[in-house]
């Protein structure tokens, strides 16, 4: 009897501290399923940025038949970029979150059969990049973007998005100082997380080490 007695009394803290450890392993996997996923192994990988951050705001254009195709391209509408341009994104957008505004994203990496779908209804390389060379958002590099305040109005830029004509290049100047120093809070943050602007399209910036990535049809799944 006095042996059963040693062992409950030997067993009982090695019980406890299964208990403790298999809680604690549980309880950090519960709260690893819920923040971010597992880090790409390679920066060129395509991801969805909702996954990496739940701070952007988005009016994905052409998944809508609001554009200047007056037509829906994107089966859905999702941000997919390549990682390391996601990174960039979420740093730009924390600096931007610092001042009281978000990122408000229009388009993101587009797929080359979306480019070719594009481009058959305009076929100006004007307005659409030739697939045959591909575009910078097909190389899952560029974004198209402004900045909301966190009621989610958008600042005034000066004109929409993708307005064809000079007033919505960089260099015009033609606007009140608002509209400029929006414009350039814009560029200022996004070029301090390694973007290019664009001159002639004040919402266009290409992720500097994404320019000669390859341009990709991955696509991704709608659910
Ligand atoms: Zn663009």
């Given at each position: ?39 790409p192994i390679n920066d060129t990988v395509f991801v969805n940025l909702k996954d990496y951050s739940q701070d952007f705001v988005y009016d994905m254009k052409y998944a809508s038949d609001d554009n ?156």
């Amino acid at each position: 009897m006095k042996i059963y007695f040693d062992m409950i009394s030997y067993l009982k803290p090695l019980f406890i501290l299964i208990c403790f450890v298999s809680f604690v392993n549980c309880s950090s996997q519960t709260l690893n399923s819920r923040v971010l996923p597992a880090e790409p192994i390679n920066d060129t990988v395509f991801v969805n940025l909702k996954d990496y951050s739940q701070d952007f705001v988005y009016d994905m254009k052409y998944a809508s038949d609001d554009n200047f195709l007056k037509s829906k391209v994107y089966d859905c509408a999702e941000c997919y970029l390549r990682y390391k341009t996601v990174k960039a994104l979420i740093l730009a957008n924390k600096r931007f979150m610092k001042k009281g505004f978000k990122i408000k994203l229009f388009d993101c990496y587009r797929p080359l059969d979306i480019q070719k779908r594009m481009w058959a209804i305009v076929s100006n390389p004007q307005y659409v990049a030739n697939p045959a060379k591909g575009s910078i958002h097909n190389r899952g590099g560029a974004v198209d973007l402004t900045l909301v305040n966190f009621d989610g109005k958008e600042l005034d830029m000066g004109t929409s998005f993708d307005f064809f004509g000079k007033e919505a290049g960089h260099n015009f100047a033609g606007f009140s100082n608002e509209i400029l120093n929006n414009r350039n809070l814009l560029k200022k943050n996004m070029i301090k997380e390694h973007f290019n602007s664009f001159d002639s399209e004040w919402w266009h910036y290409n992720l500097k080490a994404g320019l000669n990535d390859k341009v990709s049809n991955f696509k991704w799944e709608c659910e």
